[in-house]
Nanobody, 115 residues
Framework: QVQLMESGGGSVQAGGSLRLSCAAS????????MGWFRQAPGKAREAVAL??????TNYASSVSGRFTISKDNVNNLYLQMNSLKPEDTAMYYC??????????WGQGTQVTVSS
């Protein structure tokens, strides 16, 4: 089992920065893949940034160069978001799993970017 709890969301003006955190508990098998997804009102949930246990990362093209995903040695996950845009407004979810099907999800943290 994996438990995930996000924090760090909030409201910021365009061009600003936020850092999301995800406190994670779980074994190595179930945290092989970890990542951040987001869902804006009326839109489908989309992958923002993914990280594998060996440190390899993947980013959505819309955030590449602005967002950075990282994790520490106890599997806590982070998302540094810079140069935020109004279109980044969404609920952000932390996720983990043994593969890209992502079995475990947090409750989400809201990010609102005003123009």
């Amino acid at each position: 089992q994996v438990q995930l709890m996000e924090s760090g969301g909030g409201s910021v003006q365009a061009g600003g920065s936020l850092r999301l955190s995800c406190a994670a508990s779980g074994d190595a098998y179930n945290t092989e893949w970890m990542g951040w997804f987001r869902q804006a009102p009326g839109k489908a949930r989309e992958a923002v940034a993914l990280i594998r246990r060996d440190g390899r990362t993947n980013y959505a093209s819309s955030v590449s160069g602005r967002f950075t995903i990282s994790k520490d040695n106890v599997n806590n996950l982070y998302l540094q978001m810079n140069s935020l845009k109004p279109e980044d407004t969404a609920m952000y979810y932390c996720t983990a799993g043994p593969d890209l099907s992502f079995t475990y999800w947090g409750q989400g943290t809201q990010v609102t970017v005003s123009s």
